[in-house]
């Protein structure tokens, strides 16, 4: 941004300020993102296949991987056993990410409405919260067993915390005046918790959401390497200890896909109850 020394100079400008578009930021974002793509896979083709730089066993070149995401999704399209294993990992992030926003926004208004939650609730989540979630996927796995639930409940422990914070931190987001207002007007506190404090704060609930469904994936995956099951995390496991890295990768990448689906899910219902809010978003992915 630079400033006209001299606004005579340009008599038709508005504004004396001039804001220079960089020519990188003028690019638009699907070629962006195509031309980064492209950079991307040329520099790991040259380090693999063609250089021979990393080690095939340490990274895939492009075309193995490519080869292998067709075996995979082949064998997706055919009902084969990993439709079986990708079913059962979405059951364990469906079920988490369901569990976790209820449990997270429940602890989240008795923190952000209630003295008790503030000062007695909160300081015992923060502790939990700075504790290595993954040691206690053993303890999931002897209370609940092998099957499911115990990735269910390890999925929803990770992601529950983002979402009690950020719904506290929306029920905190109405300004004084605005509680002053409804005080004024006769509300009371269930009148001013609804109409006010829970529009007002919804962008913010949908931000730890949004988080959530990422840490959701992490959880679910989390539980399936450690405490078996059939799921993808399974087969990744299977995958690495074959040093069958094509595999290993291309399964990570439909679970990539899974996890962006339920994060744009999150955001297209964002879009619905929250369209009023049109503050800008980073990189505009939400």
Not at 236 to 243: D, G, N, P, Q, Y
């Amino acid at each position: 941004m630079t400033v006209s020394p001299n606004p005579k100079d340009n008599p038709d400008a508005d504004t004396v300020w001039v804001e220079h578009v960089a020519l990188i930021d003028s690019v638009p974002r699907w070629l962006a993102m195509l031309g980064l793509a492209v950079v991307v896979i040329l520099i790991w083709d040259l380090a693999t296949a063609r250089l021979g730089w990393v080690s095939p066993i340490i990274l895939p070149s492009p075309g193995e991987t490519l080869s292998d995401l067709i075996f995979v999704g082949k064998n997706l399209l055919s009902g084969g056993y990993m439709l079986t294993a990708l079913w059962t990992t979405t059951r364990t992030v469906f079920w988490a990410f369901l569990i976790a926003a209820a449990i997270g926004f429940s602890l989240g208004v008795l923190v952000g409405e209630t003295k008790f939650g503030e000062r007695a609730v909160m300081p015992y989540l923060v502790a939990i919260d700075t504790m290595p979630k993954v040691a206690f996927a053993p303890l999931f796995i002897a209370w609940l067993g092998f099957d499911i639930a115990s990735k269910v409940a390890l999925a929803a422990f990770i992601a529950t915390f983002p979402i009690v914070v950020s719904t506290a931190a929306g029920f905190y987001a109405a300004s004084e005046n605005e509680r002053m207002l409804f005080k004024s007007m006769g509300a009371n506190r269930w009148q001013t918790l609804i109409r006010l404090k829970l529009p007002t704060g919804l962008p913010y609930i949908f931000t730890g959401l949004k988080i959530a469904s990422v840490g959701v994936m992490a959880g679910a995956i989390t539980g399936e390497f450690l405490g078996g099951g059939k799921g993808f995390g399974a087969l990744i496991r299977e995958s690495a200890s074959m040093l069958d890295t094509p595999r290993v990768f291309s399964l990570i990448l439909y679970l990539s896909i899974l996890g962006l689906t339920l994060f744009f899910l999150v955001a297209q219902v964002e879009k619905r109850l929250v369209f009023w809010n049109k503050a800008d978003r980073p990189g505009g992915v939400a």
